[in-house]
């Protein structure tokens, strides 16, 4: 772990217990550090809402405790990512929390209106962000994702008889990003010399966008249409914009024709990608379509032990927790497995040494004043459909309702998901609580919310602006 990558983790950890989970999932979880051509320290949010809100709120306080861990007198610049386009990383695209190492000098990238190497020399990966964490090894294989992994092992391999393109659909933070990743590691390790393109939807907009603007479109097209193989993140991303899905049809075209491999992956199926036009539909559904299912009790506990080995790893803790203890961290963190990592990441630096002797109260308590900066207030069921009431300027019982209307149906999962992230209440619970619905009907809109909130920046707000206020 470099040295910024060292005080990220540890400010990002400790900002996270002064501002709360939910903003902290929202804005510092999906932030990284980066560095310019200047030597500028750079931290890079997902969207310029995201890049508004951390200079509104958090600049001032994350200086400050970058200032007392760092000790060289540097400061952070907040950007969004559009702004930057890709700059060298300490730590590609992690969220804080996560370990990484240095990257090979070969899987290095800049950018300047198209996709190319630092240096001079093999044809190497042309990287936007890959995290070199994230291989086959460190993936925790399991029924929802096994198929999924075996044709990305196979893809990887560059085994012929490929189906092309490989589609990897599935809700957010359950494998895609680290699946693509392994792929690209792997597919470079075993051809050194090949062409292996990685790069976010988000960023293909942009750069394209950059290329027009810069008349250097025979330079973006060059710069893809070049590869042996290309792995596009988070597809859905370019839905309702004409012109950017005219270019990458027109490239998947090209590629296919001329043998390379494509790999790609979004939250939903190609045919439900309803934002993005027909025959770029049927482009991403003609191969394979592999679908990564959310993972069971038995996956989550995979991945909090593995996250817990490479902290034990990295020295931040020693010992294994009591059973319980991690039962009841995953029984209280039901989204996706990067915020089961992040409840792992809080509970072992708020630990440390003491992890192996928590017992299930301590541990909850120490998780709870982490996350919130102090002791633990209970909130019940019933303040937090208040408030989502008042919120969305409805009455209490319209969430218990049968209604189904979409300004009725929407603040219930907000309301929902409130009820799962802040109470210790079960699903069937809750649905008992809201008019006596299934426990399936609340685990679907839990999942739709944990689904939206990276995309929606009006649910996100709404969500913010609810925690904060059920928190005072």
Known sequence: MTDPD??????????????????????????????DG???????????????????????????????LDGLNRRLEVRCRAEVGHL?????????????????????AAF?????????????????????????????????NAFALSMARQAASWAEGHFNPIFLCGPYGY???????????????LRPQAKVVYLTAERFLSTFQR??????????????????????DDVQFV?????????????????????????????RAPMALTDIEPRLRSHLASGLTCAIEPGDRELKLAVARQRLQALSALGVVSGEPEAAVLEQLVERTPGSMRELEGAVNTLAAAAGPRLASLGVDEARALLGMAQRGGPERRITVDEIQKATAEHFAL?????????????????????????????????????????????????????????LMPKDDQIARDVEALIRKLKG
Not at 22 to 29: F, K, L
Not at 39 to 67: K, S
Not at 418 to 431: A, E, F, H, N, W
């Open 395 to 451: 009455r209490q019982a319209d969430l218990l309702s049968e209604r189904r209307t979409r300004a009725i149906a929407r603040p219930r999962q907000i309301a929902m998901y409130l009820c799962k992230q802040l109470t210790t209440r079960s699903y069937p619970d809750i649905g008992r609580r809201f008019g006596g619905r299934d426990h399936t009907t609340v685990l679907h809109g839990v999942r739709k919310i944990e689904e």
């Open 38 to 68: 200047g030597g500028q320290l750079i931290l890079v949010t997902p969207t310029a809402y995201a890049r508004d809100w951390v200079r509104r709120n958090a600049q001032r306080r994350i200086n400050e405790l970058w200032l007392g």
């Open 175 to 189: 494998g895609k990003t680290h699946l693509l990743n392994a792929i690209a590691w792997e597919a470079q390790r």
């Open 239 to 267: 839905g309702g914009k004409a012109a950017t899905q005219e270019e990458l049809l027109s490239t998947l075209t090209a590629l296919i024709e001329d043998g390379a491999r494509i790999i790609l992956s979004a939250d």
């Open 88 to 108: 060298s990383s300490t730590a590609p695209g992690e969220a804080p929390g996560q370990s990484a190492g240095q990257a090979p000098a070969a899987l290095s």
């Open 211 to 232: 290329a027009i603007a810069d008349r250097a479109m025979a330079g973006f097209k060059e710069s893809l249409r070049s590869a042996d193989m290309l792995l596009l």
């Open 112 to 144: 300047q209106g198209t996709i190319q190497p630092v240096a001079d020399g093999p044809r190497a990966v042309r990287a936007a962000g890959l995290q070199p964490r994230l291989t086959f090894d460190s993936f925790v294989a399991a029924p929802g």
């Open 6 to 35: 060292r005080i990220w983790t540890e400010a990002a950890l400790r900002l996270r217990g002064e501002i709360g989970e939910g903003p902290y999932s929202s804005y510092i979880a999906p932030s990284a550090v980066r560095v």
